[in-house]
């Protein structure tokens, strides 16, 4: 599977971005797909995550409530919408396809296909 990540861009605080995340190769459709970012200086953290059908969906406290994350498998794709940025969302964000179809995983090393990164900065 490959994974690529779009979207990125610089926004002012309280704006909205929406990343994109197509996936190519192998069929994505039956694992749980996720977002992480990681900002300069510190380790990568989980964002979202969603199950194989979009049935449910999980979020890290820090963006619950701003973020959606989504899919269309007939596409292979994943999204992920951001609203009310803030500077402290600023970071590269990866998609990421996790080994499990229905168990979202907040850790990393759960995940064994990643993107390249796509630039997210938040100006305050």
């Known amino acids: 599977v490959q994974l690529q990540a779009s979207g990125g861009g610089l926004v002012q605080a309280g704006g909205s971005l929406r990343l994109s995340c197509a996936a190519s190769g192998r069929t994505f459709s039956p694992y749980v797909m996720g977002w992480f970012r990681q900002a300069p200086g510190k380790e990568r953290e989980f964002v979202a995550g969603i199950t194989w059908n979009g049935g449910s969906t999980y979020y890290a406290d820090s963006v619950k409530g701003r973020f959606t994350i989504s899919r269309d498998n007939a596409k292979n794709m994943v999204y992920l919408q951001m609203n009310s940025l803030k500077a402290e969302d600023t970071g590269d964000y990866y998609c990421?396809?996790?080994?499990?179809?229905?168990?979202?995983?907040?850790?990393?090393?759960?995940?064994?296909?990643w993107g390249q990164g796509t630039q997210v900065t938040v100006s305050s």
């Open positions: 990421a396809r996790d080994l499990s179809a229905r168990i979202i995983s907040s850790r990393a090393s759960s995940y064994d296909y």
